[in-house]
């Protein structure tokens, strides 16, 4: 069997990704550039060389200079991550069809440490309310129906970008947003049903009515301007990063965990309740006073 080079790697992987993608719809074309920008950051000058080359060493490496040049430590994760998924299970058949050899790559130790959400102050988030009903009265509507999709559904980016207004159910006396997110399908499938409280549906219908449907139908079209606009206002609110427009999303979730707990927070979510636990619980918090358990009983 043939040992590529990393070029021809990427090579080969965008190929057969079209060919898996054909069968099953995934991974999208999103996944497959992350997973050769990725590859490339962490392989740098080898590009041409064999994949047998790259050491666990050599990873390290890559990271410490990175994390030098204050690259976030996320980030540098993420990228070395990616080695991972250009070998991941799914892509071996085809490797082997194609005679050649991709071993895994022995990707460097790390210490599991669970994230925890840092709760902005009170007055952070009455800027980011303030903020947010000021978009009501801007012309382009887009900005505010993105902004209450991440605030009040806690949706992705990329959920948003798909949302199609047949994901707007009625179900009894309530309009329902119901859609499958897609960091979802692979691992749980969960599914979100999450009813839409009444002013903002009547918000929704009348930006239908003037805007949606015209020529696309999308809830928010050509969604990546108006996250690229939304994410540079967040930054001057103070939510530094690339993703400062996900804060809105990380916000809901800490609120509806906050008030209903942690399973209607994994349902507007759509994260495995343990996750949400993982990432917003705080023991230390108690919000609540003169209970006595013999009273529950």
Request: charged share 25%.
């Amino acid at each position: 069997m043939k040992i590529p080079t990393f070029n021809e790697l990427i090579s080969i992987y965008r190929e057969i990704a079209c060919i898996e993608r054909a069968k099953c719809g995934i991974p999208c074309e999103g996944t497959v550039r992350n997973v050769i920008a990725g590859v490339k950051y962490v392989v740098g000058d080898k590009i041409d060389d064999p994949v047998t080359c790259l050491s666990r060493r050599q990873i390290d490496d890559y990271m410490l200079d990175a994390l030098k040049r204050h690259m976030s430590p996320v980030t540098v994760w993420g990228y070395v991550g990616q080695l991972r998924s250009i070998t991941a299970r799914w892509t071996r058949p085809y490797y082997k069809d194609r005679d050649i050899r991709v071993p895994r790559f022995e990707l460097p130790c790390r210490k599991k440490k669970s994230p925890r959400y840092i709760r902005p102050a009170k007055a952070k988030l009455a800027k980011v309310k303030g903020w947010y009903e000021s978009l009501a009265t801007r012309t382009d509507k887009r900005l505010r129906i993105a902004a209450t999709l991440m605030l009040e559904f806690a949706m992705r980016n990329g959920d948003i970008a798909r949302l199609e207004w047949g994901a707007f159910l009625a179900k009894g006396s309530h309009v329902h947003l119901c859609y499958t997110p897609h960091k979802t399908v692979l691992s749980s499938g969960r599914t979100v049903s999450w009813p839409v409280h009444e002013d903002i549906w009547n918000e929704f219908r009348l930006y239908q009515e003037q805007y949606g449907q015209a020529d696309s139908s999308l809830v928010v079209p050509h969604a990546s301007w108006v996250f690229r606009k939304l994410n540079a206002e967040l930054r001057e609110l103070g939510f530094k990063g690339s993703k400062g427009l996900y804060e809105l999303r990380k916000i809901c979730i800490d609120h509806v965990y906050q008030k209903f707990g942690a399973e209607m927070a994994s349902s507007i979510s759509g994260d495995d309740i343990r996750t949400v636990t993982r990432y917003y619980a705080d023991p230390s918090v108690v919000n609540m006073v003169g209970v006595r358990v013999v009273d529950l009983l």
